[in-house]
């Protein structure tokens, strides 16, 4: 299993950036794809899933309204857009995967947002 994030850099609050992680080694479309953060000195947090299909998606209260989780099978990548971006939106963003018992994680993409 290989996930690779990319997109991530600097923006000002307000911006948008898209995220996007690129999946390998599995049938991405049968299976829940999700976005975590780690912002400094804090705890990785979830972000946001979609579900086999992309029928169902969820979000954390913190950025509910703001960002969207897409994926697109025929390129077995999943997105994320982000919208209205905050200070407190920088981190290393990272998506995952549980694949056979196990998590798997990309090596993440830094979004800093700053004036």
């Known amino acids: 299993v290989q996930l690779v994030e990319s997109g991530g850099g600097l923006v000002q609050p307000g911006g948008s950036l898209r995220l996007s992680c690129a999946a390998s080694?599995?049938?991405?479309?049968?299976?829940?794809m999700r976005w975590y953060r780690q912002a400094p000195g804090k705890e990785r947090e979830w972000v946001a899933h979609i579900n086999s299909g992309g029928r169902t998606t969820q979000y954390a209260d913190s950025v509910k309204g703001r960002f969207t989780i897409s994926r697109d099978d025929t390129k077995n990548t999943v997105y994320l857009q982000m919208d209205s971006l905050k200070f407190e939106d920088t981190a290393v963003y990272y998506c995952n995967v549980f694949f056979t018992g196990e998590y798997y994680w990309g090596k993440g993409t830094l979004v800093t947002v700053s004036s």
């Open positions: 080694g599995f049938t991405f479309s049968s299976y829940v």
